[in-house]
């Protein structure tokens, strides 16, 4: 409807005069004045919303006017009309703001020297003075809320919260990564937390889109990168929380000293990803709230009316809705850089992955001059172990040292070689760890042997290697004599098949010994053809003293040891080599004092300190043993055996070169070591577990029991003490039924505060392990200081710890028997090390004797059969290209770690004392193979008893304690798991075995407690399978 006549009675100020006569002067007024002018911010024009200012008169009403009505319309007939036009072309100087395609200038678009500013002078002369809020309705503000303001705020919170949270996620990104880094040791590993970096970065970019592309665009993107970042940054809180609780934390509630430093970095990271998600959730609902004010845009701008609103909103119009617009330059700038490294960081990672999965092809070794044994051209370093990489020094007791060059052992996937310092200390190689070696067409014909029957002898089949039908020979040379062993073809990798010697006990220390592949045939029953470098080495009338070597002494002992092996008519063989030998070689053991020398100065050097007139076991803050935690439980509760759990450390000899934060990777220090003078500055905590029997026997001796023995408990693979006070229900049920007082220490170098180590050594520098070693070197003689200070302190003196308040409140101490004694009890890997460590404490007198539940020895050979070891095996093919290689390793490491083991500890020539063991296994065992367990028996000279469910080569039966028998010293009990023990892989097979539930059920078989309970009370092993044989028909146990 046109507008009303003006009223006549209204007289113009002298300033709407005014503008009025300059508007018109510079902008002649069109032939009809436009009914409407109406801006548009965000939506189509409304009839009657002249510029989103309501407070001027809508003409079309049809009430009377106001007295302004007249020079309204006058003074809005001489404004430029407005001119369509894109919102990304720069507007003309006299030229209107656009309206009709709902967008907004861009940022720098407004003239400020035109005649537009007609327009803010018309508002400011002409609005009428009201309220104003955020989002609400105060008093005066009329029916409707700031909506155009609340808009422009939260389009700036929304950037500013964005921007902070990026910063602050990149913040994130680099202490994540840097810690991965520093843990495994390699870039491929922090790949998933590169590309989260990446899609931070492009989420900033977001924030440099205006009007109606970041309304369209970047808002939803915002929320819903906003979502996926607050998942992915409390993926971060659990993982830290993980690594807290796993790593970090020790089960008295303080931190592992050895990673405080990691643990300040993750509560660090913690507090940023709590702070990243707060500034995203602001973020989201910010842009939520900012999308439905935009959808309400057409009210809001009918509510207009405010002389302050009118400046806010052009002002925001001007600048595009954002406070940072301009400072977009800079800030596109530093996003962009901050992108860019992201995505360099994320594509150097995903190539490292790719490199090292898929694209890894291992490089030719065998040019390497002078690096490679000739006499097994399928793997540099195979034949393994082999006299080719000793040298003559005369400073060892063996005349030779082991002198391996990085180049003949595998490389890693990225190009490094091992670095072979620490076996190259050694004076000759393992006593116990697999012989491998290959030979073309071995694998075709499963190492059958020319006779009918003949073949590989299995570890069921021992005593085969000693006859014509073995077609693998072990012989020391120098007493010609043939060495029981078994043998395994491993063909993991169908294109690096490899073949396993193992001897079926430990070697004998500083012995020369040679190995002998004979009458082998291929699939089609044909000799297999000899290796090429033994035929060049024996046949050709070389001069050297190798040759020599293997045509003087090797033959001859080979076959003095296996006359079968000769030929009738030795004139008739060609070159000296006959047919049927197919593959010779020969290597030299470790001395017993290369080997064992830094494990027992470390004992006697502790021994000593501890055992001195000056040191003295001191309680409270300023002695070297304080009490972390005391925690009481309640005896009253069905299932609970345990009166108090008491949380204790103590100061003892150290000899590691570093201690405290981030050196759980330290080595020995050889100076600290031999020089006798350790400072006492190592901490050990360990666990007292008190049964409720000894609390009762504290308030009455008719209804408790006294202590009769200290019971060390010896904790799983990767896990730690707390493996006693959670997991350990059996053991607390016997030691409250029978007086034992419980203590627990960590297997420090194998314990779960390790595995940031032992995840470093398998997937990036296998080298560390030298920390390994010496850490659990370092471990067993905190042990025995633990030990010392229980017999001579602690069961002594009886501390506070060890008092019970009696019915009168008074505190009275927990008897004690005149005669305790100390014994082990190891699980898993703590048989497996407590094996070591039991032949190691035998000259100290203070460990009684041992039981071991499901050892084995040697490590290589344990993880090679283990179901367990399928995750280390994925790990270690992330750094090495087939699992030969890894087996190759594996063999090389075990001669560092037979310092640790009892395959080491044991081996003949050893002479020391050792406490009696009670070795319990389970046929049928997924995780650590009974094959390995009845080796470390035979190493320790152990028997069986008359109802073993089967017979064992080299462990004769004997009868158990009794009537008229005082039993073995050392014995060896099977249980058998008929199911699981069927569904196993053949003695020959090279498949893992599917997990199953004989690790656990040996540990719960009451036959197999009992016994344990008789031998730790009465000192004597009796045969817990007398009446059934110890056959069970599967393991069913929880």
């Known amino acids: 409807a046109p ?85 990304r072309t720069p507007r003309r100087p006299g030229e209107a703001l656009s309206t009709e395609d709902g967008n907004l200038p861009r940022s720098g678009q407004y003239d400020s020297g035109s005649k537009d500013k007609t327009l803010i002078k018309f508002a400011k002369a002409n609005s009428a ?39 602050a996620a990149g913040t994130r990104s680099i202490i994540a990564g840097v810690a991965l880094l520093w843990i495994f040791g390699r870039l491929f590993i922090t790949t998933t937390i590169a590309i989260h970096a990446v899609t931070d970065g492009a989420a900033c970019r977001l924030l440099l889109y205006r009007g109606e592309e970041f309304k369209r665009w970047s808002c939803p993107l915002i929320i819903f990168h906003s979502i996926l970042d607050i998942a992915g940054n409390y993926i971060y809180i659990l993982s830290c929380q993980v690594v807290f609780v796993g790593f970090l934390l020790e089960p008295d509630g303080t931190t592992c000293d050895d990673w405080v430093g990691l643990y300040h970095a993750l509560e660090t990271l913690t507090g940023i990803c709590w702070f990243v998600i707060s500034c995203r959730l602001v973020a989201l609902f910010t842009t939520i709230a900012y999308l439905i004010l935009e959808s309400g845009r057409i009210k809001a701008c009918r509510r207009r009316s405010t002389k302050k609103k009118i400046n806010a909103a052009l002002e925001e119009i001007c600048h595009d809705g954002s406070y940072l617009g301009r400072h977009v330059k800079p800030l596109k700038f530093v996003w962009t850089l901050s992108t860019m490294v992201a995505i360099s960081w994320a594509l150097a990672s995903i190539i490292g992955c790719v490199r090292y999965i898929f694209l890894a092809t291992p490089p030719n070794q065998s040019g390497t001059l002078g690096a490679c044994d000739p006499l097994d051209i399928s793997e ?70 020319a006779v009918e029957g003949s073949g590989l002898p299995t570890a069921d089949t021992i005593e085969m290697s000693l006859t014509s039908m073995s077609t693998t020979l072990l012989f020391e040379v120098e007493s010609m004599a043939l060495v029981p062993h078994f043998s395994s073809l491993l063909l993991s990798n169908e294109k690096k098949p490899l073949l396993s010697v193992h001897p079926a006990s430990a070697l004998s220390h500083n012995t020369h010994y040679a190995v002998a592949l004979v009458n082998a045939v291929s699939s089609d029953g044909q000799l297999l053809a000899r290796s090429p470098g033994l035929v060049e080495l024996v046949g050709s009338e070389q001069a050297g003293e190798r040759s020599v070597l293997f045509r003087n002494t090797l033959l001859p002992a080979l076959y003095s040891a296996a006359p079968w092996v000769q030929p009738a008519n030795m004139t008739a063989v060609e070159g000296n080599l006959p047919e049927n030998v197919q593959m010779l070689f020969d290597f030299n053991t470790v001395s017993e004092k290369s080997q064992l020398s830094k494990i027992r100065t470390a004992r006697d050097a502790t021994l000593t300190i501890l055992q001195s007139d000056t040191f003295e076991w001191a309680e409270g803050s300023a002695g070297n043993v304080q009490t972390n935690r005391i925690i009481d439980h309640d005896c009253s509760l069905h299932g609970n055996y345990i009166a108090r759990t008491v949380h204790l450390q103590i100061l003892m000899p150290w000899f590691l070169e570093k201690y405290g934060s981030g050196q759980r990777g330290a080595t020995m220090d050889a100076e600290k070591l031999y020089s006798g003078s350790t400072p006492l500055k190592g901490h050990l905590k360990f666990v007292v577990q008190i049964p409720c029997s000894l609390e009762k026997g504290s308030k009455s001796a008719y209804l ?94 009886i501390p506070d710890y060890l008092h019970f308040e009696d019915s009168n409140g008074e505190l009275q101490p927990i008897p004690i028997s005149d005669e305790v004694e100390v014994n082990f009890y190891g699980i898993s890997q703590g048989g497996i090390l407590g094996a070591g460590y039991n032949a190691l404490m035998g000259v100290t007198g203070l460990l009684q004797r041992s039981i071991l539940g499901v050892p084995g020895t040697p490590f290589a050979l344990i993880m090679g059969k283990s179901t367990d070891f399928k995750v280390f095996n994925e790990l270690m093919l992330l750094n090495f290209y087939s699992n030969r290689e890894i087996r190759i390793m594996l063999s090389v490491i075990q001669m560092a770690w037979d310092t640790v083991e009892a395959g080491g500890l044991l081996a003949p020539t050893v002479n020391e004392a050792v406490p009696p063991v009670l070795i319990q296994a389970g046929l049928g065992d997924a995780e650590v193979p009974t094959t390995a367990a009845e080796v470390l028996a035979r190493t320790y000279g152990a028997k069986i008893l008359p109802g073993n469910p089967k017979d064992i080569y080299g462990l004769p039966r004997v009868q158990p304690a009794g009537p008229g028998s005082v039993g073995p010293r050392s014995a060896l009990t099977e249980v058998l798991y008929q199911h699981e023990y069927d569904n196993m ?36 092993i009796v045969d817990p399978c007398e009446l059934d044989q110890c056959i069970r028909e599967r393991a069913w146990c929880s």
């Not at 004045?33 to 911010?41: E, T, W």
């Not at 510029?51 to 079309?60: K, R, V």
């Not at 409250?736 to 203590?743: A, I």
Request: aromatic share 8%.
């Open 129 to 167: 003075p009201h309220s104003f809020g955020l989002l609400t309705n105060k008093a005066g503000a009329g029916a409707g809320s700031d909506d155009f303001e609340g808009r422009s705020r939260l389009d700036f919170t929304i950037r500013l919260t964005s921007t902070i949270a990026a910063v």
């Open 704 to 797: 408790g029991k006294e202590m009769s023995s200290v019971l060390q408990y010896g904790h799983g693979l990767f896990y730690s003490r707390e493996e006693l006070i959670t997991d350990s229900k059996y053991i607390q049920r016997i030691a409250d039924s029978n007086g034992y007082l419980l203590v627990g220490a960590d297997w420090r170098g194998m314990s779960m505060f390790d595995l940031p180590i032992i995840a470093k050594v398998l997937i990036a520098d296998p080298s560390l392990f030298r920390a390994t070693l010496d850490n659990l070197i370092q471990g067993y003689v905190s042990m025995m200081s633990m030990l010392h200070y229980i017999e001579t302190k602690m069961i002594v003196d």
């Open 3 to 87: 507008p009303p006549p003006p009223d006549q009675n209204h007289t113009p100020n002298a300033k709407s005069i005014e503008l009025l006569e300059s508007v018109t002067h510079s902008n002649p007024p069109p032939p009809q004045p436009p009914q409407h002018l109406a801006i548009n911010v965000g939506g189509a024009t409304p009839q009657g919303d002249i510029m989103g200012l309501s407070d001027i008169p809508d003409f079309s009403n049809s009430e009377p006017a106001s007295p302004r009505s007249d020079i309204a319309e006058q003074e809005f007939a001489a404004v430029p009309r407005v001119v369509r036009r894109n919102s």
């Open 985 to 1020: 892989p053949g003695a020959d097979s090279n498949e893992a075995p599917e997990f199953n539930k004989v690790h656990l059920c040996v540990r719960h078989d009451t036959a197999l407690q009992e016994q344990i309970v008789e031998f730790i009370n009465e000192g004597v």
């Open 380 to 449: 540099c370093a195979l034949p393994f172990p082999s006299n080719f990489y000793l040298e003559e020094d005369i400073t060892t007791d063996s005349g030779y040292r082991v002198n391996i060059d990085g180049s003949s052992l595998p490389i890693t996937k990225s190009g490094e070689y091992i670095d072979p310092s620490v076996i190259n200390e050694l004076d000759g190689f393992s006593t116990i760890a697999p012989i491998l070696f290959y030979l073309t067409g071995l694998d075709e014909g499963g190492g059958k042997g």
